[in-house]
């Protein structure tokens, strides 16, 4: 549905931080599913570890974070506001990420109160689960 162009037009973030590829799925207001190619020539693997690559796992959640920023956009977000992280919860690391994963991130809305989002999602690797966390963000001037 969206490709790494059409995402750079809707969240800031850029390399090395952008951590969205690909949007298949989206229901505004609802749900949305991107997709992150994990590559060994991620900068964060130079030292996370060198003899065991490991995604860490804070960069998962901010796929995630990144993920729902694009959902947010798609669902009436203005486009002079940017969504900013503000918590996250319920967060747990089932299994790894390694080079060559390809990750699916699934966010679906909980609630929205104005400028206050709270989201909930999971990631998976080849249909199995390696993490899952709710986050809440806010709508913030640029």
Not at 40 to 67: R, T, Y
Request: charged share 25%.
């Amino acid at each position: 549905m969206m490709d790494v162009t059409e995402i750079r037009k809707l969240i800031p973030h850029r390399y090395p931080f952008l951590l969205v590829d690909r949007i298949v799925e989206l229901e505004p207001n609802r749900r949305i599913v991107g997709i992150k190619n994990v590559s060994i020539n991620e900068s964060f693997f130079q030292g996370h570890f060198p003899d065991k690559p490991i995604m860490p796992g804070v960069l998962i959640c901010e796929a995630m974070a990144q993920v729902g920023a694009i959902f947010a956009r798609c669902s009436q977000f203005p486009a002079e506001k940017v969504f900013v992280l503000t918590g996250l919860d319920r967060v747990k690391f089932k299994h790894p990420v390694e080079p060559g994963d390809q990750l699916r991130i699934e966010m679906e809305i909980l609630r929205r109160r104005k400028h206050y989002w709270r989201l909930t999602g999971h990631v998976t690797v080849a249909g199995k689960r390696v993490a899952e966390a709710e986050l809440s963000a806010m709508e913030m001037p640029v």
